[in-house]
Structure formats: C-alpha cells, structure tokens
C-alpha cells in the first residue's frame, strides 16, 4: 500500500483508491474520499479521478479491503494491558507447566509487590484442577500472587497475599485450600489492583490500547465498576483515551443506581451508562452462574448477586435519569431474574421509555425461546462475546461437563436472537478471550453448535455497527457518507459471501444481488492482516514495513 508524502494536518482531506470498500452506499465500490474526520464519498475507481486532484492525500490500496473498524463491545482495558506485559497462564498446557511460569515469572521480576497473572484454566488440563495453595505458596517463594481463573470470576491466590485482606478468610466465597469466588475474591482482587502503580496501569492501558488498534479496532466499551476496579483506573482510562491518538473508549460503571442523584455520579464519572459487568451472576468455569436446575459437577445451582426487584428499581431509575442500565447475566436463572426485572420496570416507567434507552445485557449466554422474545419485547442489546463458544463449546468442551449436553447446547443462540429482532453487539471480555475480531466473527459463523450459526456478514455487523448502536449511536459503523471516518484496512485474499444457509449464499454471491463480499473466515484460512487503521480520520496503526 503506497501512498502520497502530504504533511500530516489534523483534518487532512484523503482519498483511498485502487481496493475494495465495504459500504452499503456501493456494493462495488472501491474507491472513498474522507474529509473532517466523516466518510465524504464513496464510489468507483472512475469517479474517483475528479477527486484526486483537489485532496490533500492519496492512498493506493494496491488491492487491499477497506471496512468500518471494529468496536469491541466488552473490554478490560487494565487486565487486557497487564495480560499483555505480565504473567499470562493462557497457554499452560497442565497444572505443572502453570506452577512452572509461576516460578519463572517471579524470579525475572524480583522488585514485583504483588505478582499479577491471569489466564489458567483448569478445564484444559490433564489434572482437572486448580493449583493448591500449598503449591502455589511453594511456586510463589512467599511472595503475594493473585491469579484469577480465565473468567475472572474466581482466583488462587498466596497465604502472602490473603495476609494482606483483613478478614478476608471469614468472608463469603473463601475456601482454604481452592480458588476464592464471591466476596472474598473481590476483595483480594481489590488488594492486588492496589499495588498496581498509577504509572504501571497506564503503561497498561496503552499497551491495550495499541493492541486493539492493531488489529482494526477503533472502539472499545470498557466495563468497569467497584467490583472490578476502582474510579481511578476507570478515569484515568477516559482521560488516558481523549488525550492520545488511539481506538475511542466509552465506559460504563457498573454500579446500582436508585436515584438521580446516583445517575449524576455516574455521568460525573464519564460513563455512558451504569452498565456491564453489573453482576445477577458468576460465570460457568467458576460454578458460579445462577441456574434454574443444578449443574451437572456440583450439587448447587451457582450464586444470585441482584433479584428481580433490585434489576427492577436499577432500570426503572436509570431510565428516569436518561441513562442508559444493563447487566452480566449468563445463567437461565439470572437471565430471568433481568426479563422479570426490566419487565417490571416497564410496567413502572413505560414499555416505550425502556425500549428507548437501549438497556444491554452483557453474556446473555444461557437464554431460552421466551427469555429471547422477552429481550424482543422490551429492547434490550445482547452484548456477547462468541469466543467463548469456540473454546468452551462442542459435545466435549467446559459446557457440556458443567451443564451436560443438552443443556450446553442451548447457548449462545446468536441464530434465533436475530431472527427475534434482538441488536447483537460482538466482544471478546478481553482478556477472558483475547481481543481478535475477525476470529469472533468466525467463532459466530461457525459456532459449535450449528443450529446458532449467523452469516459473516451479520457477525461482521454485530461487531462494527453493532458495537455503536450499543451505545445509542446509528450514525456511525458503516462506511457511508457522513458517517465518523472510523475505518481499518487489510490485506486478505478472495472476498465471499458465507451464510449457513447455502441457498442465500448462492443468491448473496450472484452480482445482481449486491451483495458486499468478505474475506473467507472458514476455519482454517488465514485471517486477515490488519494494514492501517483510522479513527476520526486520524491513523493510530500502520503495520511496519507496510
């Protein structure tokens, strides 16, 4: 990809030509003109000569494919940043190659308070289970070390480091010898995030950041709150964000509002909302996602954190206040706990004052046909991340052992939230599942469980226009003119049409259709290589030697 030497300007008149853009203005096009950081046109290869004399750039794209950059919906920014530059468990293939990282990891970072880690997961391990404490004092040499498992709904953690808790082994959730869940998590998560330096956590925050725009991602949604953060870090990101080129961030909080006062706190904040990982529930891997019927390795249904009422009274102010509430709910029982809710609040405040405010659910994994039209019914967005199919999904994988087959199988059903209207909104819930958005849109069009497939281009959808809608914005995601110049360029082969049902992908494919192509995600092909990305018409990623 070349491109003309003009000087760098702040509102730099572009043309790109020579590849293909995907826009619904021109099936065909490829060919578009970016002018005061919005999409100003957008055509032929033809038309686009009466433009190039009078830009102040031309960019060849030599072939290559243009698109709306991605947002991701669901993200750590800090964790995302300290599982980049720390210790990352993700790739430990047992319990012994864990404990061993751990060891290493230490001794090259002797000046450490706290050692922060992330990423095991005792599923995929030969051993079937977590590091003892006793294990991973003996690994840690006395030092205080916090690893939460990948969901991050649970940790092992040192003797050094729960010395540092007061009271923490008389709290709920705090098991003497096995990871700590509910409260007792929490508060040791809160202790270690601690000892994370102000200097450290923007180190973090960039390197995420830098990450993200590397792989075409212009937007993030971060989910903070008093559970997983704290105000600081959650600011300092905002403001870390407006003040340097980069993918923009909108935040929410996840904290429960009772009155306009409590929605002004939240907006004093910088949040778009008192949403996100507002806990109904755990997670599956922890054993702590609330059920209607127990799970199928442990003899209890998991943990409830908020009732139908308390989700009532959260939605019914926040949609009172303008602002827009949402939740974490996985489990049948949470997601049903939020249907009440929000149904309930409705009934309080007016069904067409709820539908408005585009109230989100983050996970929404284990729905049934009723939860799915209910979600219909009163307008709220499923925030889902699809990666976690592709690794805890199948007949074989952490699903089916926590809740058997059958009831593994009813998750994730992307098919049938968009055949009931529901607004799907992709991410990853970085670093849970790694920031890789055409890899999520692969695991949506080939989810494991066929039934719940969706076409690439609605998955593609998902996670671009998706990602805005979310946050209330219909204006933006799509290459179109007027639309924020948010946009990612690739290098990637044969563009196709992919749909679950073969008739419409041979129908999609015929020129008449108009169908916009996208590149092949069938598992296996090459994914496609991230060459610039650009948002608000400003380039904060070129690939080296590009």
Excluded at 5 to 25: I, K, N
Excluded at 95 to 101: M, T
Excluded at 205 to 211: E, N
Excluded at 345 to 370: K, S, W
Aim: negative net charge.
């Amino acid at each position: 990809m070349t491109e003309s030497t003009a000087p760098q300007s702040e509102h730099r008149t572009v043309l790109l030509r020579g590849g293909d853009v995907h826009s619904p203005a021109d099936p065909f096009a490829t060919a578009m003109v970016v002018e005061r950081g919005h999409v100003a046109w957008v055509g032929s290869e033809g038309a686009a000569d009466a433009f190039a004399s009078g830009v102040d750039e031309v960019i060849d794209l030599e072939g290559a494919l243009v698109t709306p950059a991605f947002t991701d919906a669901h993200v750590h920014t800090t964790s995302t940043g300290l599982a980049l530059t720390g210790l990352d468990l993700s790739g430990a293939r047992t319990l012994g190659d864990a404990l061993a990282r751990v060891r290493a990891h230490i001794a090259a970072h002797p000046a450490d308070r706290v050692v922060l880690g992330h990423g095991w997961d005792a599923a995929r391990w030969p051993e079937q289970r977590p590091p003892s404490r006793a294990e991973l004092d003996e690994a840690a040499g006395g030092r205080p070390v916090y690893l939460p498992r990948i969901d991050v709904h649970s940790a092992a953690v040192t003797t050094a480091l729960l010395d540092l808790v007061p009271g923490v082994r008389a709290m709920a959730g705090y098991h003497p010898e096995g990871p700590l869940t509910a409260a007792a998590h929490h508060a040791v998560r809160a202790a270690a995030h601690d000892a994370v330096s102000p200097a450290q956590r923007a180190d973090a925050q960039r390197a995420a950041l830098r990450h993200a725009a590397s792989l075409g991602i212009g937007t993030v949604h971060e989910c903070g709150g008093p559970d997983i953060s704290d105000e600081d870090d959650f600011t300092g990101l905002l403001k870390l964000a407006a003040g340097q080129p980069g993918p923009r961030v909108f935040g929410y909080w996840a904290e429960q509002v009772g009155d306009e006062k409590d929605a002004l706190r939240i907006r004093e904040l910088g949040a778009a909302g008192a949403a996100g990982d507002l806990f109904v529930d755990g997670s599956f891997g922890s054993h702590t996602a609330c059920l209607h019927e127990p799970y199928a390795d442990a003899p209890h249904s998991g943990a409830a954190h908020l009732d139908a009422g308390q989700i009532a009274a959260h939605v019914a102010a926040c949609t009172e206040a303008g602002l827009q509430a949402g939740f974490h709910a996985i489990g049948d029982a949470a997601l049903s706990a939020v249907v009440d809710g929000v149904r309930a609040a409705a009934e309080r405040v007016g069904l067409g004052r709820v539908r408005a405010a585009r109230h989100r659910v983050e996970h929404a994994e284990m729905l049934t046909p009723e939860t799915v039209a209910a979600f219909a019914e009163l307008g709220l967005t499923a925030s889902v991340q699809p990666a976690f199919d592709a690794a805890w999904g199948g007949e074989e994988g952490m699903y089916a052992r926590r809740l058997g087959t059958g009831r593994a199988g009813t998750l994730n059903p992307y098919a049938a939230l968009l055949r009931a209207g529901v607004p799907l909104a992709f991410g990853s819930d970085s670093p849970v599942t790694p920031l890789d958005p055409w890899g999520t849109v692969r695991a949506a069009a080939f989810h494991r469980t066929p039934e719940h497939r969706i076409s690439v281009r609605a998955g593609f959808t998902a996670h671009t226009r998706g990602g805005w809608r979310a946050v209330g914005r219909d204006d933006a995601g799509t290459l179109v003119p007027g639309a924020p110049a948010d946009y990612a360029v690739w290098r990637t082969d044969d563009l196709v049409v992919q749909a679950p049902d073969d008739r419409v992908a041979r129908w999609s494919t015929d020129p008449r259709s108009g169908t916009p192509g996208l590149p092949d995600l069938t598992p296996g092909a090459d994914l496609p290589v991230c060459l610039r990305t650009v948002v608000f018409g400003q380039t904060v990623y070129v690939r080296p030697n590009e």
